[in-house]
């Protein structure tokens, strides 16, 4: 034990350096405050009856709370089976929040570092280094949990790919697989397939470096182990993927039901959508200057009364206290005013990767003659080109016309994740190539090119920012002529606070550059130290770790600081009932719906705490809803489809007073209904428009597809006939029927083909779809119960392959840690002494 110590002392130094700096940095946390309050009440309406349920132990995987009804796997889902579900149980009850996901980024990226062979206080720099880059910090702060958590596995992924690729077949595979299982179980689809268009060039990369050393053999032979590796992966997380698949195929990003003015329907997000969130193409300078763009929107650093904007407002005979509100304001909401100036419509702060690592990334390129280089340098050009999104568009294009699944993602700056970890790999390996050459003169050469070309950036944007960048919003003349409504058409003082935004901008830009370039020069001085002989290797390295934190620390704290945390509180103390929904709780129907006008429907995060609502927010809504929404809700509301789906209760909204009211709705359908004839239609374009106008009570506007589904020599009317729900759950609903007649009972519930299925007294038959997006059925003359239960195939028999992928990936690390237990040799005891 002793000698296990003593080999690993270094190590654990590390692991409790890591955790310290969590603890300093994220101090709140472990008082029992948490980030992302909004965010978190938010998942936490629409998890409201999912919630409810749970709290019953009663698991269900269908939600009547937001959007009609939909499928709760992108909402939340237990996963049982799955053995990565219980590890993550575990990180959350050990660690609070964020202080896990941190953790897992420093001890992940200080692994693949230490597989890369450098020394542990410069694999230590650079965890850090990847750790603290600014975009992981801001989506912890904004309450983005899974993405963050996804994008810590990236490093250890790498890690156990490239231990496969050096032969550790059985190591390496059996921690590729556990890894990628656990970045698969973060379930944010997008962060993975970013990192896998890496992963193909490093693959690209290696195949080329067998064929030409005519190594192809034990190549292929890793690659192996790797696709085992990524198929074991991929089965301990069937039930999630395959749920996914099967529901994604359904939504906003599947294809589309209407043609409208296109000849096929279209498949994936629109293109504006998805490239709504796209990096600058200058913006890549924040990079290495964090400001040079303005920050933050609204910015966390608002300016003061020494701003050049509060003293023309001052000059202007506004009061100091309220020309510095005015600036404020002006520079955090006025479009074309704020101190961002890109072209996002908004941001919550920029890429920074660091001035010591950008510094020493140039350097690297210069510098590292492992053929890694060329993977890290291909994916950060195709990382930085896809990001840039409408921006230059000719690479985007490409890739959201033709690569599988590619348009089904947004915000695509978001890639950047992928480059931001391959700038500290190939800094600090550039470093680690230092400290292995002997011959240190040549090297000497490339840093003070380094040092020329970062240095002398950084010195001009010092000097002189505007000869670079305009610092001009695209949309400042719209500010502008806001600005002059709100001086009382006075539109010479609007330009002065136009123009004197501009040069706020250039002094944000120019003390962010001038930061940047003393740690590049505090960088240069240290490793020319290291290749003088002036320092030895742990002073470099300790100076490097130490340097890179004060580095990211500094612009981390401008978004993450101890007022972004909050005391944890549940939602039924943040939000509190209206009047007008407390009212409508005193009806005890358990499936009627709410419609409130005041809400933005596929923007609304607080009637589902309270009602089942045909509002709601999820990424992943379903399809037809969604066109739903925009063809009869966009320009006026249809009566005839809130009657159709129920909306028992109109929430209302005075004009003037803004005053709220509520109203019934007599004409609400209920939960099912007998109607008196079926209209065919030929498409989905004719049932959109027929359901523009209709009477939902006594006709279904039925696709001729589902006619077989409907025997209509049978059919007949019973203007007595009842159909009424008796039993309410979201997984399985239970109506009981009576009726002379064989008729078509239509469903206020939304129409899902992938796991619903009816009985009719316990035997199952088909149903179908009617009024575009609602349940209808065939019912039998008579008495009889009727049932639709949500039993998917995909959850239930993904279950069943998640418990065996599960049990293999067990035996993999056990057979994994064995091997790699016996490989060592044994310690011989000491001789005993005469």
């Excluded at 612009?555 to 993450?560: E, I, W």
């Amino acid at each position: 034990m002793n000698n296990w110590f003593k080999r690993n002392g270094t190590h654990l130094a590390v692991i409790a350096i890591f955790v310290a700096i969590c603890f300093f940095f994220l101090t709140p946390a472990f008082q029992g405050k948490t980030l992302g309050q909004s965010d978190v009440l938010g998942a936490q309406s629409t998890q409201k009856e999912i919630m409810d349920y749970r709290a019953k132990d009663t698991t269900i995987l269908w939600t009547n709370q937001i959007f009609g009804g939909m499928p709760a796997f992108q909402i939340w889902a237990p996963y049982p089976d799955n053995i990565t579900t219980h590890i993550v149980t575990a990180l959350k009850v050990t660690f609070p929040n964020p202080v896990d996901t941190v953790l897992l980024l420093l001890l992940g990226t200080y692994f693949l570092f230490i597989v890369l062979k450098l020394n542990p206080w410069l694999a230590a720099a650079g965890a850090v280094a990847f750790t603290f880059s600014s975009y992981n910090i801001i989506l912890l702060v904004a309450g983005h949990s899974n993405q963050a958590f996804a994008i810590a596995f990236f490093a250890p992924i790498l890690g156990g790919i490239i231990l496969t690729l050096r032969g550790k077949h059985i190591l390496g595979g059996a921690l590729t697989a556990f890894f990628l299982a656990m970045e698969i179980r973060a379930n944010h689809v997008q962060m993975t397939y970013y990192l896998l268009l890496s992963l193909i060039i490093l693959v690209g990369i290696e195949l080329y470096h067998a064929i030409k050393t005519k190594n192809t053999q034990p190549f292929l032979k890793s690659l192996a182990y790797i696709g085992g590796a990524t198929l074991l992966a991929l089965a301990v997380n069937a039930s999630s993927l395959w749920s996914t698949y099967d529901f994604g195929k359904e939504t906003i990003r599947g294809k589309s039901n209407l043609t409208q003015t296109s000849k096929e329907p279209s498949n994936g997000l629109a293109k504006d959508y998805a490239y709504q969130w796209s990096q600058g193409v200058g913006e890549s300078f924040t990079f290495l200057i964090p400001n040079i763009y303005g920050g933050a929107s609204p910015s966390t650093e608002p300016l003061d009364q020494n701003s050049e904007t509060a003293k023309v407002l001052m000059t202007n005979g506004i009061p100091q206290e309220q020309a510095v509100n005015y600036t404020q304001q002006i520079t955090s909401s006025v479009p074309g005013m704020t101190t961002y100036w890109g072209n996002k419509p908004g941001t919550a702060g920029p890429y920074y990767f660091g001035a010591v690592v950008c510094f020493l990334f140039l350097f690297g390129l210069l510098t590292v003659k492992n053929r890694l280089k060329w993977w890290l340098l291909a994916t950060v050009v195709l990382t930085m080109l896809l990001s840039f999104g409408r921006n230059m568009p000719f690479l985007s294009d490409i890739f959201f016309n033709y690569f599988p699944l590619y348009n089904k993602f947004r915000a695509v700056e978001s890639i950047l994740a992928v480059a931001s970890i391959c700038f500290p790999i190939l800094a600090f390996l550039a470093v680690q190539e230092i400290i292995d050459t002997k011959d240190r003169n040549p090297i000497l050469k490339k840093l003070m090119l380094s040092l020329y070309i970062v240095g002398g950036l950084t010195l001009l944007f010092a000097v002189l920012p505007d000869l670079i960048l305009s610092f001009r919003a695209e949309d400042q003349a719209a500010g502008i002529n806001y600005l002059t409504q709100a001086f009382k058409s006075n539109a010479a003082l609007a330009n002065d606070v136009a123009n004197a935004i501009i040069k706020d901008r250039v002094s944000l830009a120019r003390a962010d550059a001038i930061r940047s370039l003393i740690f590049v020069l505090l960088t240069f001085g240290i490793v020319w130290a290291f290749i003088k002989q002036k320092i030895n290797i742990v002073t470099l390295s300790v100076a490097l770790l130490a340097l890179t934190l004060v580095d990211m620390w500094q612009v981390d704290r401008r978004y993450l600081k101890n007022e972004n945390f909050q005391d944890k509180i549940e939602a039924d103390q943040a939000v509190k009932p209206r009047e007008v929904d407390q009212f409508i709780m005193k009806d005890k129907d358990p499936d009627y719906r709410v419609f409130d006008v005041s809400a933005s429907i596929k923007y609304d995060l607080f009637n589902p705490f309270f009602h089942k609502s045909i509002s709601g927010y999820s990424a992943a809504r379903l399809k037809r809803f969604d066109e739903l929404i925009d063809n009869q809700f966009s320009k006026s509301i249809n009566q005839d489809v809130l009657d159709m789906l129920n909306t028992k209760y109109i929430i209302t909204q005075d004009q003037k007073t803004q005053n709220l009211g509520m109203q019934v709705n007599p004409t609400a359908c209920g939960h099912a209904w007998f109607i008196k004839s079926i209209k065919y239609a030929e498409n989905a374009d004719q049932e959109m428009q027929a359901i523009s106008s209709f009477s939902p009570k006594d006709e279904a506007i039925v696709d001729k597809q589902y006619k077989s589904d409907i025997d209509e020599k049978t059919l007949g009317t019973d203007p007595a006939g009842k159909i009424d729900l008796v039993s309410y759950n979201p997984d399985h609903m239970i109506y009981q029927s009576g009726s002379t007649a064989s008729q078509i009972a239509v469903f206020s519930e939304v129409y899902y083909n992938k796991g619903w299925k009816m009985l009719i007294d316990g035997v199952e038959k088909p149903y179908f779809r009617a009024d575009y997006l609602l349940r209808a059925a065939q019912i039998p003359v008579g008495n009889h119960k009727i049932e639709f239960i949500f039993h998917p195939t995909s959850y239930y028999a993904g279950e069943n392959i998640s418990l065996a992928g599960s049990i293999l990936l067990v035996l993999a690390l056990g057979g994994a840690i064995y091997t790699e237990t016996k490989k060592k040799p044994a310690v011989k005891p000491a001789a005993k002494k005469a």
